[in-house]
Nanobody, 121 residues
Framework: QVQLVESGGGLVQAGGSLRLSCAASGILFSINTMGWYRQAPGKQRELVASINRSGSTNYADSVKGRFTIARDNAKNTVYLQMNSLKPEDTAVYYC???????????????WGQGTQVTVSS
C-alpha cells in the first residue's frame, strides 16, 4: 500500500503562484510515475503533470510553461510549482502514484485526498 498526503493548496489571485507538495509513504519500491491531476466542478479529472523515476516529465498543454513538476526521490515527495495562475486553474488537485508490479506489469493507481486550489480574477 502507498499513502499520499498533499499540502499547499489555497486561494490566490490571478497571476500568482502556489506550490503543491505530495509526500508518499508505504511500499514505495514499486512506484514508477508520480503526478498531479485536477478536477473542476462539473468536469472530468484530467492529468496536469507527471514525472517518472528517471525524471522525464509530461504536462498538459494548458499548463506548459507555467507549471513545473519536480520529484525528490530521497524524500519520496513530488512538487508542483504553479506560476501565472489563471481562474481556469481552479480545481481540486490530486496527487497520483502509479505502481507497476508483477511479471504481467499490473498497474495500480494510488490517490491523495485532494487539495483545493482557487484562483480569483
Amino acid at each position: 500500500q502507498v499513502q499520499l498526503v498533499e499540502s499547499g493548496g489555497g486561494l490566490v489571485q490571478a497571476g500568482g503562484s502556489l506550490r503543491l507538495s505530495c509526500a508518499a509513504s508505504g511500499i514505495l519500491f514499486s512506484i514508477n510515475t508520480m503526478g498531479w491531476y485536477r478536477q473542476a466542478p462539473g468536469k472530468q479529472r484530467e492529468l496536469v503533470a507527471s514525472i517518472n523515476r528517471s525524471g522525464s516529465t509530461n504536462y498538459a498543454d494548458s499548463v506548459k510553461g507555467r507549471f513545473t513538476i519536480a520529484r525528490d526521490n530521497a524524500k519520496n515527495t513530488v512538487y508542483l510549482q504553479m506560476n501565472s495562475l489563471k481562474p481556469e486553474d481552479t480545481a481540486v488537485y490530486y496527487c497520483n502514484a502509479v505502481a507497476v508490479v508483477g511479471s504481467y506489469g499490473t498497474r495500480y493507481d494510488y490517490w491523495g485526498q485532494g487539495t483545493q486550489v482557487t484562483v480569483s480574477s
